[in-house]
């Protein structure tokens, strides 16, 4: 792959992410450390670290980005509404929600529609980043279709892969793929960009998903992946 990017122009495609349950609020400021050191495009925790990180990272930059109805969408509208607003009132710059995939099996696409419009609606009223969890290793085509086809209607800023917690069957793919970016790219056009997310851990992944089309990479491993360009950009000047 032959991107030209700078260690710190890749760092800003970088969602680094610290979405797991379990960590401790010092866990949480080394993280935040992380990102102000890298400046990442965005800090992705769970809504509940909101304020925390905000405090941590105010003034340098790096967004704070919370995640609403996370990992499995199963909370209704309402609830993903008010947990949306809570986050941007402590402090969110972006909010990442997961679709209501439920509603989209069953044909409700009506309420996936509305479901969107009221987030994207509240974000755009605070000058909000939105971006739209697919979760795609529970779609077919036809439903990411659907789902591309309803974000052009609305009209967040990112449509996004996965949460990277999805548990498919066997043979599919749990995260991004590239064929998935260039799938969603390639209908909700120039209007939207695309966040690739899920088990994207290496600097060959992360490149493969910019080529794509992928305008923000979600992972946890954003650290590991900006020295590892920085290793092959030294070593190439060797």
Known sequence: MNISLSPRQLAKYMDQTLLKPYVTEDQIRQ??????????????????QTALCH?????????V????????????????????????????DEIDYVVNLVKLKSGDLLYVEEEMRRIVEICKSRNVI??????NCYLRKEEIEILCRIAREVGPDFVKTSTGFGTPEPGRASGA??????????LVGDQIRVKAAGGIRTL??????????????GTSAGVAIVEELQKRQAAEQE
């Open 55 to 63: 405090s941590l990272l105010e003034g340098s930059g790096v967004h």
């Open 130 to 135: 939105s971006k739209v969890i697919f979760e």
């Open 65 to 92: 980005g919370a995640a609403i109805g996370f990992p499995l969408g199963q909370t209704t509208m309402e609830v993903k509404a008010f947990e949306t607003e809570r986050a941007i009132a402590e402090g969110a």
């Open 177 to 186: 793929v590239p064929e998935d970016v260039r799938l969603m790219k390639s």
């Open 31 to 48: 993280f935040c450390e992380e990102c102000r050191k890298y400046g990442f495009a965005m800090a992705a925790i769970n809504s509940a």
């Open 204 to 217: 060959d992944q992360a490149l493969d998903m910019i080529e794509a089309g992928a305008e923000r990479i």
